[in-house]
């Protein structure tokens, strides 16, 4: 038996116990290729919601490094004390005050954080959603 819970989901055993199974972020079907199980080649994941606003923005770590890499690497600099573009060890706050920095925008609202994996790499990224905060 499968149940829906908010965005998880469940499946119940035939002995009466749950394992939980997270969704593809974009496309919200069952993840099959875990980080565990295939650590170059995952399917992206939500690690971090904030419901409470609507998302008006977005964008992939490595396009908001392309666009603008001396303001990435400053705002890294300002926020954690050095240019690294890992995020899986960064706190929402503080990767919203990245964003507010980055967008020169300090009413800018967190929303998602996705991680996934880019199987041509094997390397990880990050998709940040946010409200302006207008």
């Known amino acids: 038996m499968i149940e829906y819970t908010e965005g998880t989901l469940m499946y119940m055993h035939?002995?009466?116990?749950?394992?939980?199974?997270?969704?593809?972020?974009?496309?919200?079907?069952?993840?099959?290729?875990?980080?565990?199980?295939?650590?170059?080649?995952y399917e992206p994941f939500?690690?971090?919601?904030?419901?409470?606003?609507?998302?008006?923005?977005?964008?992939?770590?490595?396009?908001?490094?392309?666009?603008?890499?001396?303001?990435?690497?400053?705002?890294c600099q300002d926020v954690w004390g050095n240019t690294g573009q890992l995020f899986n060890s960064r706190t929402p706050s503080k990767i919203e005050e990245f964003l507010r920095l980055y967008n020169d925008n300090p009413k800018l609202i967190l929303t998602r954080i996705v991680e996934g994996c880019n199987s041509s790499n094997g390397y990880s990224y990050w998709y940040f959603s946010w409200n302006n905060g207008e």
């Open 46 to 75: 939500e690690v971090y919601s904030n419901n409470s606003v609507e998302t008006d923005g977005g964008a992939y770590d490595d396009r908001m490094r392309q666009w603008d890499w001396d303001k990435f690497a400053q705002s």
């Open 14 to 41: 035939e002995y009466g116990s749950y394992t939980m199974a997270q969704l593809n972020a974009f496309t919200g079907e069952p993840i099959t290729a875990t980080k565990s199980s295939h650590p170059y080649s």
